[in-house]
């Protein structure tokens, strides 16, 4: 069993949509993390959040504790927002990883 | 600060030889993580030390994976002998103080395995 399930696994976009990813976990958690892979392969964190709503730029991550879920949003997509998207859980010293959201958005 | 630092970015090696990485942490975090990524596993922790002492190796596939953390600025993952299935991405990331904290990654070791 995954103590993290992300969806969807891939999506399309065109540039200037809306994008949803989602984020469920099954365990009691202090704070969830959304990281971004870019096609080079490189890994940098996006969001840490163990409450409420955080914004940057485009970018909004939400979370609700009691439902154990998250979801990222990307306002006006673009090409540049083109990678894998990954929520990360803290638990039990460690991080688990969902299997990530690779998002395409296209021209 | 430079971020985390690993070495080498590509490695390719034949099976049956050592493959030595690298990793050098930011300086001040307490946490080391190593990572190894595939297409079909994602994202699997390996092991990870707190303060240079190794927390939880749960992750290390076999005897011929090791891992040290000599000092706080320097961490080596081992792989003796190697072979094919070890090819993957190999992530070094490290934090501040607990899980809790933001988590930086290092740029990523490529290993192939002929």
């Known amino acids: 069993k995954n103590e993290v399930e992300q969806s969807p696994q891939n999506l399309t976009a065109q540039e200037g949509e809306f994008i949803t990813i989602n984020c469920s976990y099954s365990?009691?958690?202090?704070?969830l993390h959304w990281l971004q892979q870019h096609p080079g392969g490189g890994i940098v964190s996006l969001f840490m959040?163990?409450?409420g709503k955080k914004k940057h730029g485009r970018l909004i991550a939400t979370i609700n504790i009691q439902e154990k879920h998250s979801s990222l949003h990307i306002t006006a997509s673009h090409p540049r927002d083109s990678a894998v998207y990954i929520c990360?859980?803290?638990?039990?010293?460690?991080?688990?990883f969902g299997t990530g959201t690779s998002l395409t958005v296209i021209p | 600060d430079a971020g985390v630092i690993q070495s080498p970015r590509h490695e390719v090696t034949e099976m049956g030889q050592e493959v030595t990485l690298r990793c050098k942490p930011i300086?001040?975090?307490?946490?080391l993580f190593w990572y190894r990524q595939t297409m079909m596993r994602g994202l699997e922790l390996l092991i990870y030390?707190?303060?240079?002492?190794?927390?939880?190796d749960s992750g290390m596939p076999e005897d011929r994976f090791s891992a040290k953390m000599p000092n706080a600025s320097f961490s080596t993952l081992k792989i003796q002998p190697s072979e094919p299935r070890d090819s993957a991405v190999y992530f070094c990331?490290?934090?501040?103080?607990?899980?809790?904290?933001?988590?930086?990654f290092g740029s990523g070791t490529q290993l192939s395995v002929l």
């Open positions: 365990v009691g958690i202090s704070a």
């Open positions: 300086s001040g975090h307490d946490y």
């Open positions: 959040l163990s409450s």
């Open positions: 990360a859980v803290p638990l039990r010293g460690q991080f688990y």
């Open positions: 990331a490290s934090s501040r103080y607990s899980v809790d904290e933001k988590l930086f």
């Open positions: 030390f707190n303060n240079n002492v190794p927390i939880d």
